[in-house]
T-cell receptor
């Protein structure tokens, strides 16, 4: 039962470098999400994809881009990493909209020096 | 944007004690979800609530969707060491995003 799989689990970048965080789900869910989690701030939505072929901005989209590659995969890209993007990033999926329970991956811990 | 106030921020209890935490907001929510997060892992859904007044149990956990639709609480009875973690509430406002509380960190002394 893989559920939502995120890679990598850890990454250290230098300011200005780029990278792509990968996410895949095997539950045949239509909707996928990217969140960041910072101490004392809960989870904040970066981008989401309600269905294959669509993406929309969330609460904190600046500095990020996303691609819904197919129904299973939803990637998050940092084009020019900044120290303020140091965080734990979670991908989630759900069978339907925001009123449906979301299933989370185990996160990617990203440090930007 | 909309905010959820989750309290308490942290709890230190003895094993066997009951636990109660809640989330409140000035906004009316359509759905309340409660998640638990263990260290190094993603949040895991505990209970989902869809109707005002709904009271739902999952083992030793019980959660309620407040009548006003602006609040929800989670109770854990007879706590055990594996209950340690961070508990999050999340509320949905229809077509809009899911809003998360800041979390309640639960520590249990054996």
């Amino acid at each position: 039962n893989a559920g939502v799989t995120q890679t990598p689990k850890f990454q250290v970048l230098k300011t200005g470098q780029s990278m792509t965080l990968q996410c895949a789900q095997d539950m045949n869910h239509n909707s996928m999400y990217w969140y960041r989690q910072d101490p004392g701030m809960g989870l904040r939505l970066i981008y989401y994809s309600a269905s294959e072929g669509t993406t929309d901005k969330g609460e904190v989209p600046n500095g990020y881009n996303v691609s819904r590659l197919n129904k299973r995969e939803f990637s998050l890209r940092l084009e020019s990493a900044a120290p303020s993007q140091t965080s734990v990033y979670f991908c989630a999926s759900s069978d339907g909209g925001f009123n449906q329970p979301q299933h989370f991956g185990d996160g990617t811990r990203l440090s930007i020096l | 944007g909309q905010q959820l106030n989750q309290s308490p921020q942290s709890m230190f209890i003895q094993e066997g004690e009951d636990v109660s935490m809640n989330c409140t907001s000035s906004s009316i929510f359509n759905t309340w979800l409660w998640y638990k997060q263990d260290p190094g892992e993603g949040p895991v859904l505990l209970i989902a609530l869809y109707k005002a007044g709904e009271l739902t149990s999952n083992g030793r956990l019980t959660a309620q969707f407040g009548i006003t639709r602006k609040d929800s609480f989670l109770n854990i009875s007879a706590s055990i060491p594996s209950d340690v973690g961070i508990y999050f509430c999340a509320g949905n406002l229809g077509a809009q995003k899911l809003v998360f509380g800041q979390g309640t960190r639960l520590t249990i002394n054996p």
